[in-house]
T-cell receptor, first 114, second 114 residues
Framework: DQQVKQNSPSLSVQEGRISILNCDYT??????FLWYKKYPAEGPTFLIS?????DKNEDGRFTVFLNKSAKHLSLHIVPSQPGDSAVYFC?????????????FGQGTELSVKP | KAGVTQTPRYLIKTRGQQVTLSCSPI?????VSWYQQTPGQGLQFLFE???????NKGNFPGRFSGRQFSNSRSEMNVSTLELGDSALYLC?????????????FGPGTRLLVL
């Protein structure tokens, strides 16, 4: 049972435009959500996170939106740059002892064309 | 602060052997979590250690084990290696002083089982 899903395996965007990556989850006990960027054979790099008590969090070009009623989150990258090309993973964790266990989506490969 | 370090970075073993991977967390971080990444299964949680105690465990066979030392460094061991254990093994650390914390990942150990 996949609790975190990224339904788009890939996304191609023109440089300077907005990239929107989507993620859905099924477990209502998740209370913290994160986005990571990953290159092959490297560890994930943390981008941005959001607590379940918020619906939006911004950090520079990155904004994460959380819709708890729809169990959906999205990552917006504006403007997109060629260096943003990578695989993006959303992840979720629960409360207490579950906080150390991240459940990952399958990833979306973003390609930003110059 | 120095990031999470993992040794070795690459490893080749044969079926039936055992392997030990090492992870040094960010200074001050008390929690270390381990993940396995494979093309077919994506990023999957193995276990979390906090203050030398295993706090959470994923759905992996008993051949996968770990431990944490008093300085928060952690090791994971895989015994009786199988071809399917070929993967990128990632560790991540976090302070774990509150319920919602970001995990920071190391570069990973690439294990190839022949």
């Amino acid at each position: 049972d996949q609790q975190v899903k990224q339904n788009s395996p890939s996304l191609s965007v023109q440089e300077g435009r907005i990239s929107i990556l989507n993620c859905d989850y099924t477990n209502s006990m998740f209370d913290y959500f994160l986005w990571y960027k990953k290159y092959p054979a490297e560890g994930p790099t943390f981008l941005i996170s959001i607590s379940s008590i918020k619906d939006k969090n911004e950090d520079g070009r990155f904004t994460v939106f959380l819709n708890k009623s729809a169990k959906h989150l999205s990552l917006h990258i504006v403007p997109s740059q060629p260096g943003d090309s990578a695989v993006y993973f959303c992840a979720a964790s629960g409360l207490g002892h579950q906080g150390g266990k991240l459940i990952f989506g399958q990833g979306t490969e973003l390609s930003v064309k110059p | 602060k120095a990031g999470v370090t993992q040794t070795p970075r690459y490893l080749i073993k044969t079926r039936g052997q055992q392997v030990t991977l090492s992870c040094s967390p960010i200074s001050g971080h008390r929690s270390v979590s381990w993940y396995q990444q494979t093309p077919g299964q994506g990023l999957q949680f193995l276990f979390e250690y906090f203050s030398e105690t295993q706090r959470n465990k994923g759905n992996f066979p008993g051949r996968f084990s770990g431990r944490q030392f008093s300085n928060s460094r952690s090791e994971m061991n895989v015994s009786t290696l199988e071809l399917g254990d070929s993967a990128l093994y990632l560790c991540a650390s976090s302070p774990r002083t509150s319920g919602q914390e970001t995990q920071y990942f190391g570069p990973g150990t690439r294990l190839l089982v022949l």
